[in-house]
């Protein structure tokens, strides 16, 4: 009987040890996907930027364009 209960904590025990891990990996993911988002949205507005720098005056245009998509990607990394 002492052996039966002892099985029987253990996996109780096993079980929500393998819960807790599981829901810490889903978190985890969850922040990498919203990072990743998150960042890719930095890229496509950088690349917007710069598309509309016109051809006179372009340096300063793309030096904003930079500045804008390393404020947005410390904001990522903030989230």
């Known amino acids: 009987m002492k052996l039966l ?3 029987v904590l253990v996996l109780v025990t096993a079980m ?3 819960a807790t891990a ?3 990996f889903s978190k985890k993911a969850r ?6 988002v998150c960042l890719a949205n930095c ?3 950088d ?3 710069r598309r509309v720098c016109p051809t006179t005056f372009n340096v300063p245009c ?3 364009c930079d500045s804008q998509t390393q404020s947005c990607r410390q904001g990522c990394q903030r989230k």
């Open 47 to 49: 690349a917007a930027c």
């Open 62 to 64: 793309l030096n904003s």
């Open 22 to 24: 599981g829901d810490l």
């Open 16 to 18: 929500a040890a393998n």
């Open 5 to 7: 209960i002892g099985v």
């Open 43 to 45: 890229s496509s507005q």
């Open 31 to 36: 922040v990498a996907d919203a990072a990743d």
